[in-house]
């Protein structure tokens, strides 16, 4: 479900012409639909109503301070993956007993902050990680909360970059080895053993592979209460799908229906960490087409926005859907690459695609961008970051600008002997 269709063949979200927006921020920009935003949170919400629950949405999926606050009022906490965004999340006033930490790589400075404003817990990677924690906890006279990530080996079927629950991925602790970690960890006298954590991969588009994962979690979690370990919280990750061609993956409703009964059995409560599922849909990319480029081989559809901006086709040879701004006149169709001006041959938004005829100047909307889409954005051939825009109903709101020249040199400096 999302808040973009056409009215008068026009592109609209929720009230507003996309066209209206573009006149007065210029493009490229995101734009977001509260709306979807707080549908799609609402419907995790009430598929899980029926579990004790915490639903912590992604940070790194889509960091923006407004989004956030949205979000924060909606009720829901936050997964995060390093002191950044724990900065973000408690600026966007979320709760700190609502936020969960993860990540292969935390840094000291960012486990004392972590500790400092007393999150919920830390999510654990490895037994060095927790021997970091509970030193540091011990120095700041305080019992750390955490979950041990486990790594159940589940194959999601996901794209080989976006899995994160088979042996060979840096991420968690192989569950064979994890009732010995729980025992270590039981031993320390700073951390306090709560919960039991995993993330399988990303853009799941089945319930299998979370069924599979949450099995294996529940019966781990009945052998650690045989040895004494009392686990509280049972922290299903994220990684549920969204549609950005033709996957059909399933609404949190079926997914709740599938895995309640197994949880009811374990007594704990359920924390989700979705990400895409909340942002993906909720949130488009708005390009202008340049030029066209014909070669023998190859058309081209040359348009201002780039890698820098949307990554994820570069990166992960993602789909995304690209719809013209105003209906096309025409029925006519033609297979052209559409590429950003970013001086890269891995620069493109899409491949071989069919499109209507465009003409320079036209405004294209690059759907499902609401996800790792801002937040993976960077700086490259010194472009600056696109502005953010927010709709509700019939008005907009830019919620971060478009990045200046001056924003570009922020922080260099030179040395003396460069000076005059
Ligand atoms: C990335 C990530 C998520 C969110 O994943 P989505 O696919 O966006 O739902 C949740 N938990 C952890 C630990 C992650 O690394």
Redesign the pocket.
Known sequence: MHDFSYKNGELYCEGVAVNAVANRVGTPFYLYSSNTLTSHYRAFQSAFEGVPHLICF?L??NPNGALLRLLGKEGAGA?I?SGGELFRALRAGIDPKKIVY?GVGKRRDEIEYALKVGILMC?VESGEELLAIDRSASEMRVRAGIALRVNPDIDAGTHAYIS?GLKKNKFGIPIEQALEYYQTARKLHNVEVIGVHQ?IG??ITEVKPFVDAIERLVQFVGELKAEGIDIKFINM????GITYKDETPPHPRELSQAIQPLLKQSGCTLVL?????IAGNAGILVTRALYHKDSEVKKFLIVDAGMNDLMRPSLYEAYHDIKPVVEPASADHTVVDVVGPICESGDFLAKDREMPEVKPGDLLAVMGAG?YGFSMASNYNSRPRVAEVVVKGNEFFTVRERETYDDLIKGEKLPRWLVG
């Not at 990750?237 to 549920?240: H, I, S």
């Not at 960490?273 to 599922?277: K, L, Q, V, W």
């Open positions: 992604a790194k999926a997964d993956v993860a999510n994160t993330h990303s853009q990750g994220g990684g549920l960490e979705p990400g895409r599922a996800a």
